[in-house]
């Protein structure tokens, strides 16, 4: 069984920054592609940034410039640096991984249980 465990939202004032971690546990063999999506209270989820297990990084047009995602592979874990926050970043942020848990089984999405981060002064 894998988690992940997301931590490190809350209430930030707009222009203000801040930094989602994930971190996953459990049977583990590779991790693949993990990202950072978001919802905003009646609208889709939408993608923010998603990393390759060799790093290569793709951004939200609206998050380009201002937000940094990171993964450290030895601890099986994302980041998301967030800055210039304003508040249409308001939104609860999910972390995602694709996970394979044997050398000959399938991958699966698995999803974190969601941080608010809300951007108001």
């Known amino acids: 069984q894998v988690q992940l465990v997301e931590s490190g939202g809350g209430l930030v004032q707009p222009g203000g920054s801040l930094r989602l971690s994930c971190a996953a546990s459990?049977?583990?063999?590779?991790?693949?592609?993990m990202g950072w999506y978001r919802q905003a209270p009646g609208k889709e989820r939408e993608l923010v940034a998603d990393?390759?297990?060799?790093?290569?990084?793709i951004y939200a047009d609206s998050v380009k410039g201002r937000f940094t995602i990171s993964r450290d592979n030895a601890k099986n874990a994302v980041y998301l640096l967030m800055t210039s926050l304003n508040a249409e970043d308001t939104a609860v942020y999910y972390c995602?991984?694709?996970?394979?848990?044997?050398?000959?089984?399938?991958?699966?999405?698995?999803w974190g249980q969601g941080a608010q981060v809300t951007v108001s002064s």
């Open positions: 995602n991984a694709w996970i394979a848990d044997n050398l000959q089984g399938p991958t699966y999405s698995y």
């Open positions: 990393t390759t297990s060799t790093t290569t990084t």
């Open positions: 459990g049977t583990i063999f590779k991790l693949y592609n």
